[in-house]
């Protein structure tokens, strides 16, 4: 097995995958403990939904670059649907439904009218669940999803503080001077980035396990918010790493392999936290 | 000059004043209670003195130095902090960050202040438990500690003992008589009459009567003896 994994990463694309991969892993698990705990699990998938709207939109006017249009339009939603999380007359929960499924309908809606693809349905399933994008994926876009990815670790690290508190008690921290909603705006942006580049990896549709999943498996065990956020990244990138290799040597779908192998992880987890506080 | 002076303030949501011409002052060392009936515009007062919330008319001044931001907030438990993953040190660090502003790590002189205030509240051999896994007592002064972090001169508690068993309601009170004493301005909402007379030096009662004083001019006032004669005083 492991010759056969050897010969694999042999292949540049191969590797470009288990790159990103580990990169895009590593995002969304760090933003994925303040999104569980703002109660904000469904923003990956609302904010999903519309990168797919927004890729249909790309795809009719024929853009080349997608992320041009993608990564904008998502960034503007992740604002507005973060910010509605407060003083709005709909709630978050139903802005998060509407937009995401608005977004939904209109994407499959324009990719049907103008489409020029002889298979649409396999373009539109490529884009829920991702396929094989990963392994299709281009030296340019490595280089992008390097680079957004180093933005959202660094940015995270260096906000960390910042993020712990407007996460563990808004009101408290803009009470005392601190500028909360400034630091909920980034977390809207940086969400958007993370999603916008787990859509290569898991497509739309599966993006929210890779935010909540290793989050949630890190809390049934730890006690602090540093270990939490240490351990669920490092968990997400191993079951990256095992969910990749898996579906390239057992040819299973990349996408929802990985987000078995989070399935798995959280399940091992549970049963250990509730060992633990035996 | 007091440290903090309210003129004529109305409060409200979107232009519907709750409460109308509030007038108090706070000085150095004052213990102020804030009654009042539910849906009297306790909370709604809090929010506007922390600048959550902005007045409909009015004013807040702070004097003597302290700047609006430096006001320390015992906010009551959210929902979110209930299952909270974090150390108790985690967070009484966090209300040190009003303090560090872009520099994206705790200094030693932060850190040490978290020390401090922890040993302060007795919370010291709780440092590393988890937030979740404490009595509702033990998250209090977790908050308290906290909110020490954030400003020494002047606290504002929110029903600080709501949701306390008996033994927990007075620990907390002494706590705050302590820090009182220890020279903190107490800003405190409270259901229970009892305590706020036991406790406070002055008096905020709004609603239907408004009444700003001492704590002997409140017992003479009307809303004090209406409040008396109510039996509401003592029962608790």
């Given at each position: 097995m492991i010759e056969k994994i050897a010969m694999y990463l042999e292949y540049p694309f191969v590797r470009y995958a288990l790159i990103v991969g580990v990169l895009i892993a590593l995002c969304s698990s760090l933003l994925g403990v303040s999104l569980v705990l703002?109660?904000?699990?469904?923003?990956?998938?609302?904010?999903?939904?519309?990168?797919?709207?927004?890729?249909?939109?790309?795809?009719?006017?024929?853009?080349?670059?997608?992320?041009?249009?993608?990564?904008?339009?998502?960034?503007?939603s992740a604002v507005l649907l973060l910010r509605t999380g407060q003083n709005t007359k709909i709630k978050g929960d139903a802005a998060i439904a509407m937009i995401s499924v608005g977004a939904l309908a209109f994407g499959y809606l324009l990719m049907n009218l103008f489409s020029t693809s002889s298979n649409l349905s396999g373009d539109v399933c490529s884009t829920l669940f991702g396929s094989?994008?990963?392994?299709?994926?281009?030296?340019?876009?490595?280089?992008?999803?390097?680079?957004?990815?180093?933005?959202?670790?660094?940015?995270?690290?260096?906000?960390y503080n910042k993020i712990f508190a407007v996460t563990f008690d808004e009101n408290f921290t803009t009470a005392t001077g601190t500028p909360s909603d400034r630091y909920n705006l980034l977390i809207a942006i940086v969400t958007a980035v993370v999603i916008v580049l787990a859509m290569n990896l898991v497509g739309s549709l599966l993006?929210?396990?890779?935010?909540?999943?290793?989050?949630?498996?890190?809390?049934?065990?730890?006690?602090?918010?540093?270990?939490?956020?240490?351990?669920?990244?490092?968990?997400?990138?191993?079951?990256?790493?095992?969910?990749i290799l898996i579906s390239i040597l057992a040819g299973t779908p990349v996408g929802s392999t990985i987000v078995a192998v989070d399935v798995a992880a959280f399940l091992i987890c549970f049963a250990a936290g509730k060992l633990i506080s035996r | 000059m007091a440290l903090l002076e309210a003129k004529n303030l109305s409060l409200g949501y979107d232009?519907?004043?709750?409460?109308?011409?509030?007038?108090?002052?706070?000085?150095?060392?004052d213990y102020l209670c804030i009654v009042g009936e539910n849906g009297s515009g306790k909370t709604t007062l809090m929010k506007t003195l922390l600048g959550l919330q902005e007045p409909i008319s009015g004013s807040i001044t702070t004097g003597d130095g302290l700047k609006r931001n430096e006001l320390g907030y015992l906010p009551q438990q959210?929902?979110?902090?209930?299952?909270?993953?974090?150390?108790?040190?985690?967070?009484?660090?966090?209300?040190?960050?009003?303090?560090?502003?872009?520099?994206?790590?705790?200094?030693?002189?932060?850190?040490?202040?978290?020390?401090?205030?922890?040993?302060?509240?007795?919370?010291?051999?709780?440092?590393?438990?988890?937030?979740?896994?404490?009595?509702g007592g033990q998250q209090q002064?977790?908050?308290?500690?906290?909110?020490?972090?954030?400003?020494?001169?002047?606290?504002?508690?929110?029903?600080?003992?709501?949701?306390?068993?008996?033994?927990?309601?007075?620990?907390?009170?002494?706590?705050?008589?302590?820090?009182?004493?220890?020279?903190?301005?107490?800003?405190?909402?409270?259901?229970?009459?009892?305590?706020?007379?036991?406790?406070?030096?002055?008096?905020?009662?709004?609603?239907?009567?408004?009444?700003?004083?001492?704590?002997?001019?409140f017992l003479k006032s009307r809303a004090g003896r209406t409040l008396l004669e109510e039996g509401q005083v003592g029962q608790k």
């Open positions: 703002k109660r904000f699990s469904f923003i990956g998938d609302g904010l999903s939904h519309v990168a797919f709207g927004a890729m249909a939109i790309a795809a009719v006017v024929n853009l080349t670059d997608e992320m041009l249009i993608v990564l904008p339009i998502t960034v503007v094989t994008s990963i392994l299709t994926l281009t030296s340019y876009e490595v280089k992008v999803s390097v680079i957004l990815s180093i933005a959202v670790v660094v940015i995270f690290v260096f906000f993006i929210s396990a890779l935010v909540i999943f290793p989050a949630l498996s890190a809390m049934r065990i730890f006690n602090s918010f540093l270990k939490v956020t240490v351990f669920s990244a490092i968990l997400s990138v191993v079951c990256a790493l095992v969910g | 232009s519907n004043a709750i409460v109308e011409n509030l007038n108090f002052t706070v000085n150095e060392g959210t929902l979110v902090q209930r299952d909270f993953p974090a150390s108790v040190r985690e967070i009484v660090l966090s209300g040190c960050l009003s303090h560090s502003g872009l520099r994206p790590f705790y200094n030693k002189e932060e850190k040490r202040m978290a020390d401090e205030n922890m040993e302060r509240m007795g919370i010291t051999a709780l440092k590393n438990r988890c937030y979740r896994e404490l009595s002064r977790v908050l308290l500690a906290r909110a020490l972090c954030a400003a020494r001169r002047i606290l504002l508690l929110d029903e600080p003992v709501s949701g306390l068993d008996p033994r927990a309601t007075i620990d907390m009170y002494e706590l705050i008589e302590k820090l009182n004493k220890d020279g903190v301005s107490i800003i405190m909402i409270s259901h229970d009459l009892t305590a706020a007379l036991h406790y406070a030096s002055h008096i905020l009662h709004i609603g239907s009567e408004v009444f700003f004083g001492t704590k002997a001019e």
